[in-house]
């Protein structure tokens, strides 16, 4: 299991770390049957959303298995920036972490250091279902000092601190929330405002300039808007959400009688 994991983790790294588009999609419903769903739709990576999703940690690992079944990387947004969360996450089967409502370089270096096991940072060590508990202890070494990293740009004050966000270590790309990001700029909902666009902007311009990969979540499902995000130079990319797309095609056609 942790060489298949660790060799996904590489691959997807490597794709982002070349410029090419890597495409996944958010999870919030709390059922293993929705994740091997989304996981056998040919996405790069399904991210379990603990924000605002209905799950809970004891459940993580049922569903990080049957998103591993089907050969996509299993990530977590955990709920808070906090770097104990992370940990428990990574500890739970989580290959990366995604992080929300980054503001700073120093809050993002101490999470980060808080994702790692030393010497590379100072997540505690033990047994978990990560590492079966023990019985893949020295497999999973390599794998528990570099997972995948991903901070969530989502305010004015990320934004304006995004050269020194791109520059602290072990950082693997960036993903702006664009609901959050339109509520700090006092449009909530309105993601096309061109106050939003232009912050979208000056990220994407900052994150090319650093080299440090940058994404989008494209909430409601359009392929013609994925496109564009791709063109726009994305390359962690969210492509809906699983109760997004249940709501879009769970309608009576003909209407209410």
């Given at each position: 299991?942790?060489s ?7 691959g997807?790294?490597?794709?982002l ?15 293993p ?10 996405f ?10 209905a ?7 049922d ?11 299993p990530?977590?947004r955990?709920?808070l920036?906090d ?12 290959v ?38 023990g019985?893949?202890f020295?497999?999973y ?7 995948l ?21 072990g ?30 902007s ?20 359009d ?9 726009a ?12 797309f ?12």
């Amino acid at each position: 299991m942790t060489s298949t994991r660790i060799e996904r983790l590489t691959g997807l790294r490597t794709r982002l770390r070349s410029d090419q588009p890597t495409v996944g999609t958010w999870m919030q419903i709390p059922s293993p049957d929705v994740a091997e769903l989304l996981a056998s739709g040919g996405f790069d990576w399904v991210t379990i959303d603990l924000e605002h999703g209905a799950i809970a940690r004891h459940q993580l690992p049922d569903l990080f298995r049957a998103i591993e079944l089907h050969g996509a990387v299993p990530l977590a947004r955990v709920a808070l920036p906090d770097g104990s969360l992370c940990q428990q996450a990574l500890d739970s089967g989580a290959v990366g972490v995604v992080i929300p409502r980054v503001e700073s370089a120093s809050q993002l270096t101490e999470i980060v250091a808080g994702c790692m096991w030393p010497p590379s940072g100072k997540r505690g060590v033990g047994f978990s279902r990560a590492n079966l508990f023990g019985r893949m202890f020295e497999d999973y070494k390599t794998e528990a000092q570099q997972p995948l990293i991903v901070a969530q740009i989502e305010s004015k004050n990320a934004v304006t601190s995004i050269a020194s966000l791109l520059a602290v270590r072990g950082l693997d790309a960036v993903m702006i929330g664009p609901y959050d990001l339109s509520a700090s700029l006092g449009v909530p909902g309105q993601v096309d405002h061109p106050d939003v666009r232009a912050c979208v902007s000056e990220v994407l311009k900052a994150c090319r300039k650093a080299g440090v990969p940058s994404g989008m979540h494209v909430v409601t499902p359009d392929p013609k808007r994925l496109e564009e995000e791709i063109a726009a130079g994305h390359r962690f990319l969210a492509y809906g959400v699983d109760a997004v797309f249940v709501s879009h095609t769970a309608q009576n056609p003909r209407g209410r009688r």
